[in-house]
DNA sequence: TTTATTTTGTACCATTTCGCATAAAATCCT
DNA sequence: AGGATTTTATGCGAAATGGTACAAAATAAA
């Protein structure tokens, strides 16, 4: 059923949609996951979602605003899942949740290895397009912020130093992260990343 | 005038060349850098080399072939340069060599932030090519090691405990090259990023 | 000087890519 | 039932892309 942003359901006048928006979008960010942006055809997508090629200009516009569609899901997505993770009551586990988080997003059954789709795909753009530049600049300095603040969190709690640099902390925090993300896509083994994880998670709170 | 791989002059036999086949290739490496290997035409490595399509051809074979050697080429210097850092007496000065001689790479005057060659470029063809796949990890693997024989050597000097992890350090290292090279192609300031790598020194050799 | 050899430069071809025009289909409103 | 509205489906066309054929040019060897 077609629903509006409220989410409640909406009666549109002409002929209903074959496709669920959300859904052939994340079929599209996949595709680009996996080829890249250059890299991704339109005939690709179409394949993928489902879409013929003039739906999808209907639905989200050219090429280029799918992908901007996509890669800003992925950040809202992405930042709901750390949130989730950051909750937990134990330092350690709150950043070793970020990371097993985002391994399991990193690795999937369909695709195998894929990293992380903001350094995979929209950091190679960044040079050319300067809106992809900003979206994915702003996205790692949000990171940032996040791991700060858990930092904080773990600093009033006691579990490290009060005189500790939560802002070096949380540039290694996310430095873990995107190594974890660079290193999946280039091959190295999921197993062999999550000893990676906790080996650093042992040195940052250390 | 030509050359052959040991460095001495060479008689060709026909035709002389109009270009150096190192410099040539180091033009069309900065155009992959720059526009990613699918965001690369020919048209443009004809432009950025000066030579014709032929000659490419013949030179270097088809695209992905002058893709590859640039990717070895690169790493190459870039293992060059490390183990020139590296060589320095205090590990602080080590490490901090390393960072800094990868970011005077990773920012041109000539186009901007670019970040690293096999990070920005490579890592993205990773899920499709194979081959770009093995060189990338390989590589990272190879920057692992450099940084564990650091701290193996520092360990020996005292200047960290002897009880250190060396391998998790040299992942930490590592992950900072990483999120250096990640950052600086999403455009995060150089000299952000030089505080930055001052900080990541001081926590890992903290 | 002639011949053999190698590279260059122009042009071309087949394919891919992107976007859109147009008509048919499916629904709502009157 | 009939018109209005929105989406789907087929297919087209211009441009870009990767690769190569072929003749002219430049050199060494004979």
Redesign the interface.
């Known amino acids: 059923m077609v629903q509006n942003k409220e989410g409640t359901d909406v009666k549109r006048r002409g002929r209903p949609r074959a496709y669920d928006p959300a859904a052939a979008l994340a079929q599209a960010r996949d595709a680009f996951w996996?080829?890249?942006?250059?890299?991704t055809s339109l005939d690709e997508i179409s394949a993928a979602t489902g879409m013929n090629r003039p739906s999808l200009s209907a639905a989200f516009g050219d090429k280029r605003a799918i992908y901007l569609a996509a890669l800003r899901d992925y950040w809202v997505a992405k930042f709901a899942t750390m949130d989730r993770a950051l909750d937990a009551e134990r330092l350690q586990d709150a950043l070793l949740g970020v990371y097993d988080a985002s391994l399991s997003l990193y690795f999937t059954e369909a695709?195998?290895?894929?990293?992380c789709f903001v350094?995979?795909?929209?950091?190679?753009?960044?040079?050319?397009d300067h809106e992809i530049?900003?979206i994915?600049?702003a996205g790692?300095n949000t990171l940032d912020a996040k791991f700060a603040d858990r930092f904080r969190l773990a600093q009033h709690a006691g579990e490290i130093a009060r005189e500790a640099?939560v802002?070096?902390?949380a540039?290694?925090a996310?430095?873990?992260l995107?190594?974890l993300?660079?290193?999946s896509?280039?091959?190295?083994p999921c197993e062999e990343l999550r000893r990676?994880a906790r080996?650093?998670v042992?040195?940052?709170c250390r």
């Open positions: 996996r080829h890249g942006y250059s890299g695709d195998g290895a894929r990293g350094v995979g795909t929209a950091v190679t753009e960044s040079v050319d530049r900003e994915a600049k790692f640099d802002e070096a902390l540039l290694l996310t430095a873990t995107h190594t993300a660079v290193r896509r280039a091959g190295t990676l080996k650093a042992a040195m940052i």
